[in-house]
């Protein structure tokens, strides 16, 4: 087997990797719209709020053959035609009166990623960011722009944009191409060993993953690095690109 080329860019995964991890943050939206919804229907907010995580898990199930990609847009189609309610229109009218930070509050990245990325440029290197995520590319932005993180990543590549999720190829090349860059000389970080550690390897990239004692482990895959936090990854970058 021939030596792979130095490392020339690094690829972050962005939820319990970049951004301590939250699976409740489409509840908070849920949570918005059923109240808003009471205010309208004879249903109660709580029966709205149950069958709105019900669309949410038909549409992610979905997702686990095809890796098809899908935006929060279709979610709403989904929801308002199980509800037979305007469930866009809810959503839109009360988060227009609230800020993304007071009904994301739990949205915050790890206090040395910024510290990371910085290192990782200092170095030369291309970095970016691939997310599997429903959610438009302004709803990341706010986030990374409001913690200095955008001055740090060449690109930020969101899957509701796109064909595909990881671990689907096509997702991993589309962002090796913004990046101009092959996937040999390139790393993947991610806190899920099939999504993330596998579909990176699958496609020739390094593969380094951050457990996240919220995901389940995945047999068979055998990362090519595994760190504990994001500044454990420099002394390992290091060693790549000699």
Same mark, same amino acid.
């Given at each position: 087997?021939?030596?792979?080329?130095?490392?020339?860019?690094?690829?972050?995964?962005?939820?319990?990797?970049?951004?301590?991890?939250?699976?409740?943050?489409?509840?908070?939206?849920?949570?918005?719209?059923?109240?808003?919804?009471?205010?309208?229907?004879?249903?109660?907010?709580?029966?709205?709020?149950?069958?709105?995580?019900?669309?949410?898990?038909?549409?992610?199930?979905?997702?686990?053959?095809?890796?098809?990609?899908?935006?929060?847009?279709?979610?709403?189609?989904?929801?308002?035609?199980?509800?037979?309610?305007?469930?866009?229109?809810?959503?839109?009218?009360?988060?227009?009166?609230?800020?993304?930070?007071?009904?994301? &509050? *739990?949205?915050?990245? /790890?206090?040395? +990623?910024?510290? @990371? !990325?910085?290192?990782?440029?200092?170095?030369?290197?291309? %970095? =970016?960011?691939?997310?599997?995520?429903?959610?438009?590319?302004?709803?990341?932005?706010?986030?990374?722009?409001?913690?200095?993180?955008?001055?740090?990543?060449?690109?930020?590549?969101?899957?509701?944009?796109?064909?595909?999720?990881? &671990? *689907?190829?096509?997702? /991993?090349?589309? +962002?090796?191409? @913004? !990046?101009?860059?092959?996937?040999?000389?390139?790393?993947? %970080? =991610?806190?899920?060993?099939?999504?993330?550690?596998?579909?990176?390897?699958?496609?020739?990239?390094?593969?380094?993953?951050?457990?996240?004692?919220?995901?389940?482990?995945?047999?068979?895959?055998?990362?090519?690095?595994?760190?504990?936090?994001?500044?454990?990854?420099?002394?390992?970058?290091?060693?790549?690109?000699?």
């Amino acid at each position: 087997m021939s030596e792979r080329p130095p490392l020339r860019a690094v690829i972050f995964d962005w939820g319990g990797t970049l951004s301590h991890y939250a699976d409740i943050e489409l509840l908070d939206m849920w949570r918005l719209a059923a109240e808003h919804l009471a205010q309208h229907s004879n249903l109660l907010a709580d029966e709205i709020l149950t069958r709105l995580v019900h669309v949410d898990e038909r549409m992610w199930e979905r997702t686990t053959g095809d890796a098809l990609a899908y935006a929060l847009p279709d979610i709403l189609r989904e929801a308002t035609r199980d509800l037979g309610i305007d469930v866009a229109e809810a959503i839109i009218e009360e988060a227009g009166t609230r800020y993304l930070d007071t009904w994301t &509050p *739990h949205i915050r990245h /790890f206090e040395d +990623a910024r510290s @990371t !990325l910085a290192g990782l440029k200092e170095r030369g290197l291309r %970095v =970016g960011m691939l997310s599997n995520t429903h959610w438009s590319k302004a709803y990341h932005e706010h986030f990374l722009e409001r913690d200095g993180l955008t001055p740090y990543l060449d690109t930020r590549c969101y899957t509701s944009e796109m064909t595909h999720m990881k &671990p *689907h190829p096509e997702a /991993f090349r589309h +962002a090796l191409e @913004t !990046l101009g860059v092959e996937a040999a000389e390139a790393a993947y %970080v =991610g806190d899920r060993l099939f999504d993330d550690v596998f579909g990176a390897q699958r496609v020739g990239m390094r593969g380094v993953h951050r457990p996240n004692a919220v995901v389940p482990s995945h047999e068979g895959v055998t990362p090519d690095a595994t760190i504990t936090s994001l500044a454990d990854l420099l002394p390992i970058v290091d060693g790549w690109m000699a």
